[in-house]
Each structure stands twice: as structure tokens, then as C-alpha cells.
């Protein structure tokens, strides 16, 4: 149980294109799901926090207007990084938290994806 | 500042011995706390979770909790070389979000 899938896997981009990424819960529902960029040899970085049948919430210098995200169904969430820069290049992982198990605030980790912007 | 902090590393043990991972965190009122190991170039995967003070078993991993404390730790008996990789300790401090240690960079050697 607790299985988090994200599509694609690894994406190479020209600069100035828009990346969309896919995060679903293959065996429970989500109502929150949440969006991290990792760099090399650095720590998770939280960028947003994703709300079925609502806004997300940005953390703070997370431009909302650059990175996307849509929550539409409970086991769903889509990041579009939009008009990519080579500074965007990094490993963008999102996580679940079980709706059903809500008071325990796990979450699970889809495998993540790898974006190039050359 | 709501703060999680875990020695960096690297913590290297013999195979067969017990690794001993260490976490403190700021809020006094946290209530949920993780354990994710991380593989170099992967996702990090969920491994332990408390909730409550004292030790909590699973195989060969060991959870340990002192609230009073604000200290968390992570035993790893029988290491194997399958162990080496960053160990991030995770607190909730309320609300949805968890907050992350930097983590702790694990080598197991044979």
C-alpha cells in the first residue's frame, strides 16, 4: 500500500518551454499532496503544498506563477513548470499524505523527476 | 524558527555493527516524527514513523522518541552495506507540513 507514482520520470527541455508532472496516489486518496525540489548533494526543498479542490499554498520565493500546480481529484496533482530555465534543472519529487490516515501526517514519495533544461 | 537538525555525516560503521542516528528538533509540541532513508539519486522512502515516547521496533530498525528531549533517534542493528545512504529524520509541527532534517549520510563497510 501507499504506492505515489509521478510521470515522466526524467525530462529534457529546451529553454523558455513548459514541463508538466504528474503525481498520482495509486492506492489511496490524497486530498494534500506536496511538491519538493532537491538539488545535488542538498536537502529536500518544500515548494508548494497541494490542495484537492483548492489553491495551492507556496512556500515562501516560490514564484506561483512559474510553478503550477493543480489538484483536480483526489488522487492527482500536476506541477507545470512553465517557460523552463537551465536554473530549473533539478529533481522535483512529490509526496502524498494518506486522507484516510490523516491524523498521522505521513507522507509517501513518488520516485520523483529528473528535469535538464538545456 | 522551526528547526530539525541531524549531524551531517558521514557516520561510518563496520557491517554487522549498530548505527546510531541522532535528531533534534525545536518545537516542543511536534507530535509525529519520521525516519526516510534516502538512496543516492532516488526518492526518499519512508521507514519509521513514532508518535509516542519511548522505542519502536521493526526489524531491524529502532525508533526512539524522548519528547522531553526534543530528541529522536534511529538504531540500526545488523548494518548492511545495503544501509549506506542519507538517513532524514522528519517532524511535524503541526499542520500538513513536515519538516526536514538536512540528513545523515550512512556508509555501511564490508
Known amino acids: 500500500g501507499a504506492v505515489v507514482s509521478q510521470h515522466p520520470s526524467r525530462v529534457i527541455c529546451k529553454s523558455g518551454t513548459s514541463v508538466k508532472i504528474e503525481c498520482r496516489s495509486l492506492d489511496f486518496q490524497a486530498t494534500t499532496m506536496f511538491w519538493y525540489r532537491q538539488f545535488p548533494k542538498q536537502s529536500l526543498m518544500l515548494m508548494a503544498t497541494s490542495n484537492e479542490g483548492s489553491k495551492a499554498t507556496y512556500e515562501q520565493g516560490v514564484e506561483k506563477d512559474k510553478f503550477l500546480i493543480n489538484h483536480a481529484s483526489l488522487t492527482l496533482s500536476t506541477l507545470t513548470v512553465t517557460s523552463a530555465h537551465p536554473e530549473d534543472s533539478s529533481f522535483y519529487i512529490c509526496?502524498?499524505?494518506?486522507?484516510?490516515?490523516?491524523?498521522?501526517?505521513?507522507?509517501?514519495f513518488g520516485p520523483g523527476t529528473r528535469l535538464t533544461v538545456l | 524558527q522551526k528547526e530539525v537538525e541531524q549531524n551531517s555525516g558521514p557516520l561510518s560503521v563496520p557491517e554487522g555493527a549498530i548505527a546510531s542516528l541522532n535528531c533534534t528538533y525545536s518545537?516542543?509540541?511536534?507530535?509525529?516524527f519520521f525516519w526516510y532513508r534516502q538512496y543516492s539519486g532516488k526518492s526518499p522512502e519512508l521507514i519509521m514513523s513514532i508518535y509516542s515516547n519511548g522505542d519502536k521496533e521493526d526489524g531491524r530498525f529502532t525508533a526512539q522518541l524522548n519528547k522531553a528531549s526534543q530528541y529522536v533517534s534511529l538504531l540500526i542493528r545488523d548494518s548492511q552495506p545495503s544501509d549506506s545512504a542519507t538517513y532524514l529524520c522528519?517532524?511535524?509541527?503541526?499542520?500538513?507540513?513536515?519538516?526536514f532534517g538536512a540528513g545523515t549520510i550512512l556508509r555501511v563497510k564490508s
Open positions: 518545537d516542543r509540541g511536534s507530535q509525529s
Open positions: 509526496s502524498a499524505r494518506d486522507s484516510g490516515r490523516s491524523s498521522y501526517n505521513e507522507q509517501f
Open positions: 522528519a517532524v511535524n509541527m503541526g499542520g500538513n507540513k513536515l519538516v
